[in-house]
């Protein structure tokens, strides 16, 4: 990995890199793999289905090449859950006494003499009968002088099939005795010689201490058959049958007691007051309405933390009018604000192809106020003894506010500006790269970097180490940034953290309904759980803070506030003016700034399905992805006492189009991590076993469902299978317990029968929509905008236009 320097002084990251070329070369191994699975489909077909364009085709192609890899994975399966034991138990040919079925013959049966037999009277099964029949030993004549007690009936006269096999819990159970592999039932026996014999050794394995005439007669009278045995294929189809049910339900119980464990650890750790920590709020939007835009300003304005050390940044993704919206985004945002209109576009590089590729923004700079109406009761005792009255106290908040208006280059007409969500989180990332690394700047970071210096004159922009991402239909607790804040600052190895969302509409349908106990359930069991080791799979970008980067001195110890400390004494958070001074004692380590993260997270052309999975649906996720790969030994938690509230889908239609997009961002997003080595842990006891396991549980949810339904079906008609049953209990049961353990409310009971009722949802038609749509990259119904539709069609992206300097070039530029 590149020393601090040797990336301040790597010239690829200061010069204007032209996009790369596609060839044809580049083509790999997956690529090979979807043209021979889908090599019976040729291209003139797919063009008549409206797939005209060969990148349209070959993600078609690498869809149904997904598909299929998925159906061998339900095959994988229904192999291990139906056919193990019928294909590889196919030359186990023993009658087990135990397992006997009177609808598996034509006649009655009877079990006697070590043999089974076909016999016109009626007999209980399983049971042994062998002190019915008559029985002659020569033996016992010779060694007792007479014949020992025996039945009446003739066995001759029955039709054997075969031997018959005893299981070792029946032998227990029956008391028989077991020498040499061959059982014995001595039941009946009343010889006083063999008496100390069947006690000793009733139900094991036993060692006969009598001559050769006793012993041979003893096997004359009292034989009942062999030990069940099992043939190499049935012992391994068991041992895989208890590998995967061990695993499953051990993985189970681990994240019901961890998860478990982490939340009564959370609530009892102690939350000292937040420094002066500086934190940036970042809001992105898009087609949001005024309300909503509003009330998660207004929840912003009002957290609990300092005036001086926070600030709201709106990003506004291009001229966007909303469905339903009268105005656009920018101006509902502009019209909330206290801000100067006065406004020049400046230029950047936006993460897209041809002319879009050179994008503007406008940066404003103000305020945001929101007043607070509170109503209190107060008791006068006199001279109205106990009369109550009602007070009204009005609070006011005020926060200081950045808006970024992405509006497009002179020759966008439609939907000017729009990049999209990365673009616009890309743009602060990149911004405190260059910050930090003391990189040329475009004319849209030096605006920015601007506006930060007038809104925040006592520090500098340099100095923020946290952001805060929220979407703008999110309405944050007030206490939720200093919870998160505070966890920063007690624990420096902690880089990335959510909190839990909410939901304020659960009662406006059916779709509402059935997502409120997935939502908690997503949060206190699965993030809870992977918080026990530092490595939550997936902050969500709705509600979610990181860290800039981490300040420490010599000794490790984490620096926070502004650039100068209350002993006066400078602390140098730009990484080349670290390494220029002798002087310097503290150390900057770039997190959510740092190249490796920016490079990845920005890549322009994404040629796969893959890519395009991760960089188009799932941005926010693959940020998590890149924060774990490339910092595996810091931690990503979940704290669950930081809040927020936000409106689910209420319309199926909108639901099974944000859930298509999570599916495949946590398909593409875990297969990731999966090639990850360094997770928590080694071995089987690793976080990257977990992630193996709930990448194959995400692809055969919709066969798992359908497994499940058979299996209750045959549990209820014909004979339970406890050992799943038991598990399917589990899987349920424990996540209704913990919610009741850890909130003590008994509403998630009628919550949690919801969830159960709308389990074929969840697990069939959601995925199974999802994956027949992986080459869908739209966000479909979630966000709806106004001529939706259209599209600008720009030629080829001009350098020239963008203009880029150092920090210290615009600064004289200014002052000259």
């Known amino acids: 990995m590149l020393s601090q320097g040797e990336i301040l002084r790597n010239p690829s990251r200061t010069r204007l890199q032209r996009p790369p070329k596609s060839t044809s070369e580049n083509k790999g191994w997956w690529y090979k793999m979807t043209i021979f699975l889908t090599c019976l489909i040729p291209n003139f077909m797919l063009r008549c289905f409206g797939m005209t364009t060969p990148e349209i085709q070959h993600a078609w192609r690498e869809k149904v090449a997904l598909c299929i890899c998925i159906f ?20 186990n040919t023993q009658y087990v006494a135990s397992k006997l079925k009177v609808d598996g013959f034509n006649r009655n049966i009877v079990i006697a003499n070590g043999g089974l037999y076909y016999t016109d009277d009626e007999y209980t099964i399983g049971e042994n009968y062998t002190h019915v029949f008559e029985k002659e030993s020569d033996a016992c004549k010779l060694a007792f002088g007479r014949q020992l007690p025996s039945g009446s009936e003739d066995i001759e006269d029955l039709e054997r099939i075969n031997d018959i096999y005893w299981e070792w819990g029946d032998i227990m159970k029956k008391g028989m005795v077991v020498v040499n592999n061959k059982v014995y039932d001595p039941s009946h026996c009343s010889e006083p010689l063999f008496e100390e014999f069947n006690r000793k050794y009733a139900g094991t394995e036993g060692k006969p201490d009598f001559d050769m005439d006793e012993w041979k007669c003893y096997q ?6 062999k030990i069940a045995t099992k043939t190499p294929g049935c012992l391994l189809a068991d041992t895989v049958f208890w590998i995967t049910t061990v695993s499953i339900f051990g993985l189970i119980i681990t994240k019901f007691s961890l998860g478990f464990f982490y939340s009564w650890y959370v609530k009892r750790k102690p939350r000292p007051s937040p420094n002066v920590t500086p934190c940036i709020l970042l809001v992105t939007c898009y087609s949001e309405g005024r309300d909503g835009i509003k009330n998660t300003l207004d929840s912003l304005c009002k957290q609990d933390y300092g005036y001086d050390y926070k600030l709201i940044v709106v990003i506004c993704d291009g001229e966007i009018t909303g469905s339903g919206n009268d105005l656009s985004t920018p101006d509902i945002v502009l019209g909330l604000c206290d801000v100067n209109r006065n406004a020049e576009p400046k230029g950047y590089i936006s993460l897209t192809d041809g002319a879009k590729r050179y994008n503007r923004a406008k940066v404003y700079g103000g305020y945001y106020h929101v007043s607070e109406e509170k109503k209190r009761k107060q008791y006068r005792c006199w001279p109205c003894f106990g009369r109550q009255e009602d007070s009204t106290e009005v609070k006011n908040y005020k926060t200081r506010i950045l808006i970024i208006n992405k509006c497009g280059n002179p020759e966008e007409t439609f939907k000017a500006g729009n990049r999209g969500k990365r673009d616009s989180q890309v743009i602060l990332m990149s911004f405190f790269s260059k910050l930090i690394y003391g990189d040329r700047m475009t004319e849209l970071d030096f605006e920015i970097y601007q506006k930060m210096k007038f809104l925040m004159p006592h520090m500098q922009p340099e100095d923020f180490e946290c952001i805060l991402m929220v979407d703008a239909d999110t309405i944050v607790k007030p206490d939720a940034l200093s919870i998160m804040v505070n966890v920063f600052e007690t624990d420096q190895k902690v880089i990335g953290i959510c909190g839990e969302t909410m939901i304020l509409n659960k009662f406006e349908s059916w779709v509402t309904m059935i997502q409120v106990f997935e939502y908690y359930i997503s949060h206190h069991l699965n993030k809870a759980f992977e ?56 150390f900057c380590l770039p997190i959510l700034a740092n190249p490796a993260i920016i490079n990845a997270y920005s890549v322009l052309e994404a040629k796969t399905l893959h890519q395009k999975n991760l960089l188009h649906l799932g941005e926010d996720r693959y940020l998590t992805t890149l ?33 298509r997009r999570w599916i495949n961002s946590t398909i593409h997003n875990l297969f990731e991590l ?43 008609l014909i004979e339970p299978a406890w050992v799943p049953l038991i598990m399917l209990v589990g899987i349920f049961g424990l996540p209704a317990l913990l919610i009741l353990i850890t909130t003590m409310e008994i509403q998630y009971i009628f919550w ?65």
Request: hydrophobic content about 45%.
């Open 627 to 659: 924060l774990l790969k490339n910092f595996y030994r810091r931690k990503l938690v979940f704290i669950p006492a930081a809040k927020c509230e936000t409106y689910v889908p209420g319309e199926f239609s909108v639901l099974l189009s944000q859930r």
């Open 531 to 586: 918080s026990v080791f530092g490595g939550v799979t997936c902050l969500p970008g709705c509600f979610c803070m990181y860290r800039i980067k981490i300040v420490t001195n010599q000794q490790g110890r984490l620096l926070s506030g502004p650039s100068k400390s209350q002993t006066n004494a400078p602390r140098l958070n730009n990484v080349k003016s670290i390494l220029n001074s002798s002087l310097e004692k503290s």
């Open 220 to 225: 004359d009278m009292f034989y009942a058959g």
């Open 674 to 716: 999966v090639q990850v080595n360094n997770l928590c842990g080694a071995f089987c006891f690793s976080m990257q076993l977990v992630v193996v396991m709930e990448l194959f549980g995400t692809l055969v949810l919709p066969a798992a469902i359908i497994f499940t339904f058979i299996m209750i079906t045959v549990s209820i």
């Open 72 to 91: 061998f994975c339900w095959i994988v399966l229904a192999f291990m859950t139906y056919g193990m034991n019928t294909i590889v138990c196919r030359g």
């Open 752 to 816: 949690c029968f919801v969830y159960v009722l709308s389990i074929p949802i969840w697990n069939f038609v959601l995925p199974t929509y999802a994956f027949w749509h992986f080459d869908n990259f739209t966000w479909g119904d979630t966000r709806k905008v106004d001529g939706e539709g259209k599209e600008d069609n720009l030629g080829m992206f001009d350098h020239t236009k963008i203009k880029m300097r150092e920090l210290e070039e615009f600064l004289n530029e200014i002052n000259k």
